[in-house]
């Protein structure tokens, strides 16, 4: 199970990185399995966006654990505002391109352009919250496919193989990672889940969170965090 993140910053992290294990005997690999065109199109079209926000929810505590609201500018730069926190961290940060604020459990940090540490996106420099690959999907690592037709709504739902892939060792050993796709009548992607679980120590545990898209194509402006924006007042 794979973790949002912001780059350079691991305490950002939300989903547990997927490692694709590099099998080179596999010779049973899916060609084609159900929700696959709907999937491969909702990941493109995700990448495509021009400003948007991507809430990404803790399913089991019901908190919204981290928040990113982007626009693309007038000349292709990536503007995001990035906040993130539990009980454990927070976190936030303001990149307009040019300059980059952070705030990093109260450890505040200034970056901008010609810093060997400032990093800048555009739609071919991704941002890798925004790339495709954020929505996590390989067909030839799939060995099981649910399909549910609830009222209005399409949902398929993936389980990996568990050879074939690896988690957070930090977590433990992995026992399965599942994800779903769910769409609303007009073929839509309403939201992403990821859910994992682990087992260490002779004890279980389960990471389940979820990731909505709204706003699509509809950010006017992006704004800067408010302890963010404090920081460059007292400046």
Request: charged share 30%; glycine share 6%.
């Amino acid at each position: 199970m794979k973790k949002l993140r912001s780059i350079k910053k691991p305490v950002a992290m939300l989903f547990i990185i997927v490692y694709i294990l590099a099998l080179t005997s596999c010779k049973n690999e899916i060609d084609k399995i159900g929700g696959q065109a709907l999937v491969e199109k909702a990941r493109t079209d995700y990448e495509k966006l021009n400003s948007g926000k991507v809430v990404v929810t803790n399913v089991e505590t019901n908190e919204i654990e981290q928040t990113l609201t982007f626009k693309y500018d007038e000349v292709g730069l990536l503007i995001y505002a990035l906040e993130s926190g539990n009980s454990q961290e927070a976190y936030c940060q303001y990149n307009n391109g040019y300059q980059a604020y952070t705030i990093n459990n109260g450890e505040y940090t200034f970056y901008e352009k010609g810093n060997r540490n400032f990093e800048a996106y555009t739609k071919d420099v991704k941002y890798p919250q925004l790339s495709k690959t954020y929505l996590y999907f390989d067909v030839s690592k799939i060995s099981d496919v649910e399909i549910e037709k609830p009222e209005k709504l399409s949902k398929y739902i993936y389980t990996y193989d568990n050879s074939k892939i690896t988690g957070d060792k930090g977590l433990g050993s992995l026992e399965s990672f599942v994800t779903s796709y769910v769409f609303d009548e007009n073929d839509d992607m309403l939201y992403f889940e990821e859910i994992s679980s682990y087992v260490k120590d002779g004890k279980s545990t389960e990471h389940h969170y979820k990731i909505e898209l709204i706003d699509k194509n509809n950010v006017e402006k992006v704004q800067i965090p408010k302890d963010i924006q404090s920081k460059i007042n007292d400046k």
